[in-house]
């Protein structure tokens, strides 16, 4: 458990790290809270060349207000992302999900950002973080840029970040008001989902005026179950209605599906229910 | 105010070693820092069996801080074999076990060479610059196509049968022939159940530094077996006996999968031989997954005969046991532990055990926690659940009317053996009242009725095991190659400080509370005052070492006899100093007083007076001390019922426990807290075996499982409050009166808990389901679909890797 030998830089600004990013080359990386990184160099899945410590760039992390969405820094821990107001206000689904990310030790030290960098499509992140329409604000060499989360995501372990970019901000819509759940299926407390659904659901009068679904460790990333939103969009919040949509959210009939379809009536019933 | 202290015996003490164990306090081999040190990494194959063709270390050898690069031709003269303790059988068939492959290797993770180096980073760096031409031989992975002997694990055995083990109660004189029981039964039940392969998984990974000095070698390894070790290493090496010093510093957690003589033991020895210098060996986790040895791995086919009232009559079992590539210390014996067991604590009239060990491309199996005995219970526990639901009878009903009553102990066995004492009378009565049995036994029918998502399941397990390894003529006659007595030394200080010292090798239980606990009870001392020694061939000279819930039972009562003639020598002392007749003496609270007088020495007095020797009885020795080595008569047998609910989502397969209750019969308790602990970390490995926990190999033989991502290792966050609870007929074979308790978990909870899973969705048409019980195996039986293998494991994080080299 000993990685392959490698160069430690500590920039203390953004554009210090994409610097040393660009000057490193293709084999440098960036270690946020190391939780997912350090595993894979300790057994030498990856052997980077240098590692661009980002966890000295204070601006990265915490959640800020602005205006019509969250602007949560890609540095804020785990732990921070489940005790922040603006989060449990206005993303209420963010916090649920993470109380259910690893254990209180990995959660002090792992990152929202490093989460969906990673792209582990068994990472709980993922998911919400389409389902909300996240917004991805990268740095590069070339400046900044955004990226929505329905493109950020490519592959297993596979984003639209380039080698020589970070990501800084994570914009994510305001939810205020809207019920949420995200049900995992796992088999011991620090085994990644099998299954999981993240839903959000927006019920007024009896009724669902908006819902958000998004299907965790399904494919080799995370998929929005937009036939199960639709189906659910102007129909009265009953078990009948939740039932019947859960059904669209797969089609095959293997377990995975099956868990698809379970698991989404789960997460719709208790996100209805608050 | 002694007179009315707390009795030693059964309080519940706080254990004295976990200050130092969980603050940092001690040093554990991996610490160990010598001067001089080289650091040894391990190359591994990542085939499974395939000739080696050519090995280059020419770039390894001049990377930095490389001091050698040695391969099994460097060794192939002075490495010998490593030791099988254990040839059950004349003709078992035994391969060379060598430490560093030569020429060819047998599994995945087989050590292929070594880099020593002057740091544990640069040993890791030039293992990936260490070429290695494998030309691949065919894959031997299961055990019935192994028998057909098309491919070969070991050509020059000619077969992949290692042996045949018969125990037959006919034969033995102990029972009826079990195929005229099954011929003349009103009811046959035919099963075959699958033990997967586990891997003991200890906290400590294993390490070992070696130190040489001027001829002499001293040892230190995460080891359970210290004494073996020595011994063995000896045999192996060539290395005189006297002249090797082993040393288990604090041991971080064995399972059994401590008990071994490991290759690279011997590989650290040879090396600090030929280099002159100390050398250290630690292994990663995945090292430990793809090199230490496995457990279980097995097999079973079951025929039980009955008459239709509910009497078991005769038992057949047939067993396929995985040796793995080679035979590791006792790895041929583990199954037969079991043999003893099947027929658990009902009275059959016949028996009849029949064990075939088989060799494959994989780790090696040996001894796991329970070794062979929750093997033989899983499958007794299974047999009898099945017999109930084939018969319509409630499944504790016809455990009752089969098993041993209370009254009929000592009881002879169809298996051979004397089960001294017990009463599953009154264990099963306090654990149905704790469970709530029959309230729950309704609220199952409810559930039922109405077709609930989440079904509930009632699993049963009424047990017994043998413990206190071993009465060293039935180790003979076994043909194992060792005693099973136990010593303990006290050491009596002139101060009135007591040192004690055991030949066991406490890894985590707790000895050397509980063996001070004996001692003050003994001695009249304060707890505090007593010291125990252990795990240091130099301090602690003999020893059978700690594995088979023996420690206390043997090794305890060796102290307790070590005490009496403490206590004896004291006693005529006191005499001669209080001018008394020695019959006149009489001795409490750690005082000899003159009956009917006011005259009273300490014990403290009475020692310092012998340590001083100014006026001794004639011919007595000066000193207190006493040595006292006990080989029991009889194993120990401790029993319990447990019983275990579990909520099955009938949607998603997912099993939870909702209510577990242990009422175990470990004997008389020394100290009930560590009684607790040791059930209820029992119970977590049975549970894991039963629903999480499971080595798998792909078609070529690489490990799946070789990380904790991958191989489940359940939490307390997993797992249910236990209801414990004990019942105590003290045992007869040990002045204690103790059972033995370190494994009684692990194999009383297996079956209940697959009993129960089974019990909730048999009424929906599933008949069987193979452990784990992983939530997708639980949902594929519901469909009614056939099992495809392995669970679903989320492959979250790191995914399976690879069986890689040693270091990465
Ligand atoms: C035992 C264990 C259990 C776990 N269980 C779960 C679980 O149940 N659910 C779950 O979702 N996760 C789980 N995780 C993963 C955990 O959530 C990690 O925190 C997360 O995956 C990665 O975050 P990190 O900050 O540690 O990233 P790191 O490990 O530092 O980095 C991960 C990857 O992202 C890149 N990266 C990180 N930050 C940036 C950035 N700002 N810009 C560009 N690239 C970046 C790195 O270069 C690296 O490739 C678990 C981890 C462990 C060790």
């Known amino acids: ?274 | 105010m002694t007179a009315t202290a707390e009795p030693e015996i059964g309080r519940a003490r706080l254990r004295k070693e976990d200050a130092r164990l969980i603050t940092g306090q001690t040093t554990w081999t991996d610490n160990l820092q010598l001067t001089g040190m080289l650091h040894m990494a391990v190359l591994r194959s990542p085939i499974a069996h395939a000739r080696i063709t050519n090995i280059d270390v020419s770039r390894a050898t001049s990377m930095p801080g490389v001091a050698v690069v040695l391969t099994g031709e460097d060794f192939a003269a002075e490495q010998g074999s490593l030791p099988c303790a254990w040839p059950i059988t004349e003709d078992m068939k035994a391969p060379p076990a060598p430490a560093l492959a030569v020429g060819q290797v047998n599994f995945a993770g087989e050590a292929v060479a070594l880099v020593i180096a002057d740091s544990a980073y640069r040993a890791a760096d030039a293992l990936e610059a260490i070429d290695i031409d494998y030309d691949e031989l065919p894959v031997v992975l299961d055990m019935e196509e192994a028998l057909q002997d098309n491919d070969l694990v070991h050509a020059d055995l000619g077969t992949n049968k290692c042996a045949t083990w018969i125990f037959d109660s006919a034969e033995a004189g102990a029972g009826t022939n079990v195929e005229d029981e099954i011929a003349s039964a009103e009811v046959v039940i035919e099963r075959t159940f699958k033990q997967q392969r586990l891997i003991p998984a200890f906290m400590e990974p294993r390490s070992v530094v070696v130190a040489p000095a001027a001829g002499m070698y001293t040892v230190w390894s995460a080891t359970q077996i210290p004494h073996i070790l020595r011994w063995m290493l000896s045999a192996v090496t060539g290395i005189a006996e006297h002249k090797l010093r082993v040393i288990a510093p604090d041991v971080g957690g064995g399972f059994g999968g401590k008990l071994q003589v490991t290759p690279e033991e011997v590989l650290c020895l040879l090396v600090a031989r030929r280099m002159g210098r100390p050398v250290k060996w630690t292994e990663s986790r995945t090292e430990s997954m793809l090199s230490a040895h496995h457990g279980r791995d097995q097999i079973q086919k079951l025929t039980l005969a009955a008459r239709r009232d509910g009497t078991v009559t005769g038992l057949k079992v047939e067993l396929l046991a995985d040796m793995g590539a080679y035979l590791r210390l006792v790895t041929p014996g583990v199954p037969i532990l079991g043999a003893f067991m099947f027929n658990s604590i009902y009275k059959f009239a016949a028996y009849r055990f029949v064990c075939t060990n088989v060799f494959t491309n994989k780790v090696p199996t040996d001894a796991y926690r329970g070794a062979g005995r929750p093997e033989a219970t899983f499958a007794i526990e299974r047999m009898m659940d099945e017999l109930a639901v084939e018969l319509g009878m409630e499944p504790m009903k016809i455990r009752e009317l089969n098993w041993i009553k209370h009254e009929e102990f000592p009881f002879n066995t169809v298996a051979g053996l004397t089960y001294d004492s017990g009463n599953y009378e009154a264990a099963t009565a306090r654990a149905m009242e704790l469970f709530g049995y029959e309230e729950l036994r309704e609220e199952q029918a409810r559930r039922r009725a109405a077709g609930s998502v989440v079904q509930l399941g009632i699993g049963i397990s009424t047990y017994t095991e043998m413990c206190g390894l071993a009465p060293s003529r039935v180790l003979g006659a076994l043909r194992y190659a060792a005693g099973g007595w136990e010593t303990a030394s006290i050491r009596m200080l002139p101060t009135g400080k007591v040192e004690v010292i055991t030949g066991t090798s406490p890894h985590g239980q707790g000895h050397e509370t509980v063996w001070s606990q004996i001692v003050a009870d003994r001695l009249g001392v304060p707890f505090e005052d007593v010291e125990v020694l252990h795990g240091d061939t130099a301090t602690s000279h003999k020893g059978m070492d700690s594995y088979g819930s023996r420690s206390l039972a043997v090794g305890g009562t060796a102290l307790v006899h070590a005490a009496e003639k403490v206590l004896a020598k004291a006693r005529t002392l006191a005499a001669h100093m209080m001018e008394c007749d020695e019959s006149d003496v009489e001795f409490a609270a750690g005082s000899f007083s003159v009956r009917g007088t006011s005259t009273v020495r300490t014990l403290g007095d009475v020692v310092l007076a012998a340590h001083v020797a100014h006026d001794l009885p004639e011919g007595m020795e000066p000193g207190m001390d006493a040595d006292a080595t006990f080989d029991p008569d009889n194993f120990s047998f401790p029993h319990g019922t447990h019983l275990c609910a579990t909520e099955v989502d009938t949607e998603t397969g997912m099993v939870r426990i909702s209510r577990y209750v242990a009422v175990d019969d470990v004997g008389t308790v020394m100290n009930p807290l560590i009684v607790d602990g040791q059930v209820h970390g029992g119970l977590a490995q049975g549970i894991a075996q039963a629903l999480y926990e499971e080595a798998t190999h792909d078609e070529m033989g690489t490990l799946t499982t070789a990380t904790f991502a991958d191989y489940l290792v359940p939490s307390a966050a997993d797992l249910p409050a236990f209801l414990t609870d004990r019942t105590t007929t003290p045992a007869t074979s040990n002045p204690l009166g103790a059972k033995g308790v370190g494994e009684a978990g692990t194999i009383a909870s297996t079956p209940a808990v697959v009993n129960s899973v089974l019990d909730a969705v048999r009424h929906l048409g599933v008949r069987d389901i193979e452990m784990p019980m992983s939530p997708e195996r639980v949902w594929t039986a519901l469909q009614g679909r056939p099992d495809e293998g392995a669970g679903e494991v989320a492959a979250g994080g790191l995914g399976s890797i690879d069986a890689q080299g040693g270091q990465s």
């Open chain 1, 1 to 274: 458990m000993i990685p392959a030998e490698f160069k430690y830089l500590f920039p203390s600004t953004v554009d210090e790290a994409v610097r040393m990013l660009a000057e490193e080359g293709e084999d440098a990386k960036v270690i946020a809270g190391g939780q997912s990184l350090v595993p894979v160099l300790r057994m030498r899945l990856a052997a980077p060349t240098a590692l661009i410590d980002i966890g000295g760039l204070t601006e990265l992390t915490g959640v800020r207000d602005d205006g019509d969405s969250l602007l949560i820094g890609a540095m804020t821990t785990h732990y921070e992302v489940q005790r922040d107001h603006l989060i449990h206000d206005h993303a209420l689904l963010l916090k649920l999900v993470t109380d259910t990310v690893a254990d209180p030790q990995i959660r002090h030290r792992g990152t929202f950002g490093g989460s969906l960098c990673h792209a582990d499509p068994a990472g709980d992140l993922l998911a919400p973080a389409l389902a909300l329409d996240a917004v991805m604000i990268i740095a590069g060499p070339g400046g900044r840029r955004e990226v929505p989360a329905s493109e950020f995501f490519v592959d297993y372990f596979t984003t639209a970040l380039a080698p020589d970019e970070i990501l800084i901000d994570v914009r994510v819509p305001k939810f205020t008001g809207w019920g949420a759940h995200y049900e995992k299926l796992n088999r011991v407390a620090q085994a990644w989902s099998i299954v999981a659904v993240a839903a959000a659901v927006q019920v007024s009068g009896g009724a669902i005026s908006a819902a958000r679904v998004g299907l965790t460790n399904v494919g080799s990333g995370p998929l929005r179950a937009f036939e199960v939103e639709a189906a659910l969009v102007g129909q009265p919040a009953s078990a009948e209605v939740i039932s019947e949509a859960a059904l669209r959210a797969s089609a095959g009939d293997g377990y995975k599906d099956n868990l698809a379809r379970v698991l989404t009536g789960r997460a719709l019933t208790a996100a209805v229910a608050g």
